[in-house]
């Protein structure tokens, strides 16, 4: 059974940070490239950043310079440090694993909110 759990959300205010954890099992975590994707109320799915099993990352360009996606393979742990938070970065955080091969898994997603 494959299983992506995240935590680390919760309220923090602006120019505060947070880092969010998604722990996976039930997979060769290794193989996939996980991400963190957020949505905001009344808006769509949006990408946050990714990082490859070669630990090639990317970021939206919202979060370019403040947010860092890291990966430990051994504990099949991805993190995202969000530093700098804004307002407008407050949004359910998911994640995801994607094998790249119509495989793909979703976390049940961890709250994130910005506000003073």
């Known amino acids: 059974q494959v299983q992506l759990v995240e935590s680390g959300g919760g309220k923090v205010q602006p120019g505060g940070s947070l880092r969010l954890s998604c722990a996976a099992s039930?997979?060769?975590?290794?193989?996939?490239?996980m991400g963190w994707y957020r949505q905001a109320p009344g808006k769509q799915r949006e990408l946050v950043a990714t990082?490859?099993?070669?630990?090639?990352?990317n970021y939206a360009d919202s979060v370019k310079g403040r947010f860092t996606i890291s990966r430990d393979n051994a504990k099949m742990t991805v993190f995202l440090q969000m530093n700098s938070l804004k307002p407008e970065d407050t949004a359910v955080y998911s994640c995801?694993?994607?094998?790249?091969?119509?495989?793909?898994?979703w976390g049940q997603g961890t709250q994130v909110t910005v506000s003073s």
């Open positions: 995801n694993a994607d094998l790249n091969q119509g495989v793909n898994f």
């Open positions: 039930g997979i060769r975590f290794s193989a996939y490239t």
């Open positions: 990082v490859t099993s070669g630990g090639i990352t």
